[in-house]
C-alpha cells in the first residue's frame, strides 16, 4: 500500500492543485492521502475538509516544522511505501505507478527521487551530492562552475545526467517514495526524520542515514512530478536563509564531516553564518515551514 504524505503552510490553492492532480492520477493499487496542515492561516485545513474528504486531514495547532509535521504524518500511515510530497507539486501522468515499479524493480534501494519539472517544461536540477567541506566551499565560492569535475562540485554536481536512471545521492525532497523496511533500519519508521532539523537538511540527514546503512537512493526520470518551487519558505525568506545556514552547521557536526577538530568546525560555522548575513542581507530570527537545502 502506498501512504502520501503532505506537510502544508498556508499554500492553499497550491495544495488544491495537488489534490487534484493525485486524484486524476491515482495509483493502481491501494492508496491513502494524509495531510498535515501546520496551523495555516490561509484556509487550508478547511479547503481539504470540504472538497478533498477522501484524504485524511491532520490539524497542528501550531507550526510543527517539516521534519515534525513529516513525523506525524508517518506516525498516521499504514503503507509499506511511503511517499513525501510537497504541497506545490501536480502528477499529469502515471508517474505514482511508475515510482512504485521502480522501487519494486530495484530491491536494493531504500528510495527513489523523480524527475522535477517546472512551470515551463524545463527539468529542474534537484539532484546534490552529500556536503563535504570542498563541496561547501566550492559553492560558497562559485567555484563549481570552474571545476565541475572536482572535489569543489561534489555538493552541487553540475554534470549530472538528468535524463539516466542512476544512483543519486539526495535528490531533493519534494518528492521522495521510501521503503518501510529502509526506515526501519536506521530508526523509528513512524518518525524518521530528526527533528534537530526542522525545515533544511531533514531529508539530507535521512538519506546519508539510509545510504551509509546500505540503503541508496534511486534517481529514476521516467518517475515526473511538475514543481512550482519555494511555495512555503519563499514566504518568509531571509529567515529561511538562516535556517538553511544553521542546519548546516548542525548537519556537519552531526556526521562529523569536519576534519581538524573544534577550530576548523568553528571556522566554517563563521563562514557559513558571514555568508547567510550577506544573503539575507542582515541577521533575521525564526523559521517557517516547508523548504530546501542550502
Aim: net charge neutral.
Amino acid at each position: 500500500m502506498l501512504s502520501i504524505l503532505i506537510v502544508n503552510w498556508n499554500t492553499r490553492e497550491a495544495l488544491a492543485a495537488c489534490l487534484r492532480s493525485i486524484a486524476a492520477h491515482p495509483p493502481s493499487g491501494p492508496c491513502e492521502t494524509i495531510v498535515v496542515d501546520n496551523a495555516s492561516s490561509d484556509g487550508s485545513a478547511d479547503m481539504v475538509e470540504s472538497s478533498f474528504p477522501w484524504a485524511r486531514l491532520i490539524r497542528s495547532e501550531r507550526n510543527l516544522g517539516y521534519a515534525a509535521g513529516n513525523n506525524a504524518a508517518f506516525a498516521a500511515a499504514s503503507g509499506d511505501r511511503l511517499l513525501t510530497l510537497n504541497p506545490d507539486t501536480e502528477f499529469f501522468d502515471d508517474s505514482l505507478d511508475r515510482a512504485l515499479r521502480s522501487l519494486e524493480d530495484h530491491p536494493r534501494h531504500g528510495a527513489v527521487g523523480a524527475r522535477l519539472v517546472g512551470p515551463g517544461g524545463e527539468t529542474q536540477r534537484s539532484v546534490r551530492g552529500f556536503p563535504t567541506v570542498a563541496g561547501i566551499l566550492g559553492e560558497l565560492g562559485g567555484l563549481w562552475r570552474l571545476f565541475p569535475r572536482s572535489a569543489l562540485a561534489s555538493y552541487r554536481l553540475p554534470l549530472f545526467d538528468y535524463d539516466r536512471l542512476q544512483d543519486a545521492p539526495q535528490p531533493m525532497g519534494t518528492f521522495l517514495l521510501f521503503r518501510r523496511e529502509a526506515l526501519e533500519s536506521v530508526g523509528d519508521p513512524r518518525a524518521p526524520f530528526d527533528e534537530a532539523f526542522p525545515i533544511f537538511f531533514n531529508e539530507v540527514d535521512l538519506l546519508l542515514r539510509l545510504w551509509r546503512a546500505g540503503w541508496p537512493c534511486l534517481y529514476d526520470p521516467s518517475v515526473r512530478v511538475r514543481h512550482l518551487g519555494g511555495e512555503s519558505t519563499r514566504q518568509v525568506r531571509p529567515q529561511m536563509i538562516w535556517e538553511s545556514h544553521r542546519s548546516l552547521v548542525r548537519f556537519l557536526r552531526k556526521h562529523r564531516l569536519v576534519r581538524g577538530g573544534p577550530l576548523a568546525q568553528g571556522l566554517l560555522a563563521a563562514l557559513l553564518y558571514a555568508a547567510a548575513f550577506v544573503r539575507a542581507r542582515g541577521y533575521h530570527g525564526g523559521f517557517g515551514a516547508d523548504g530546501h537545502h542550502l
